[in-house]
Nanobody, 124 residues
């Protein structure tokens, strides 16, 4: 099994920054492709960013491109999401997800493992 634990969420003002972390444990050879998704109250879970096994490929949702950066440190089994210039509409529960392939994806159904989420609230 694989466990994913997110951290780093919190309350921040518009224009501020946060860095989310996702630490994996268990069968980490099943966490090649990693991604962040988010879900606002009453809305569907949306793709935010994804990164390939060694970080050579990344992909971002248009809404966060240029403001968010995904990265990973495989030695620490950790994936990060640096979020800058935060907007009110970035408020959501942010989930870390993993899949056992090297191909990155923006589809919820392509991911096999999920964390419990960390709340991000951006005050206007």
């Amino acid at each position: 099994q694989v466990q994913l634990v997110e951290s780093g969420g919190g309350l921040v003002q518009t224009g501020g920054s946060l860095r989310l972390s996702c630490t994996t444990s268990g069968r980490t050879n099943s966490t090649y492709g990693m991604a962040w998704f988010r879900q606002a109250p009453g809305k569907e879970r949306d793709f935010v960013a994804a990164i390939s096994r060694f970080g050579y490929s990344t992909r971002y949702a248009d809404a966060v491109k240029g403001r968010f950066t995904i990265s990973r440190d495989n030695a620490k089994n950790t994936v990060y999401l640096q979020m800058n210039s935060l907007k009110f509409e970035d408020t959501a529960l942010y989930y870390c997800a993993a899949r056992a392939t090297t191909v990155i994806s923006n589809r919820v159904d392509d991911y096999d493992y999920w964390g419990q989420g960390t709340h991000v609230t951006v005050s206007s």
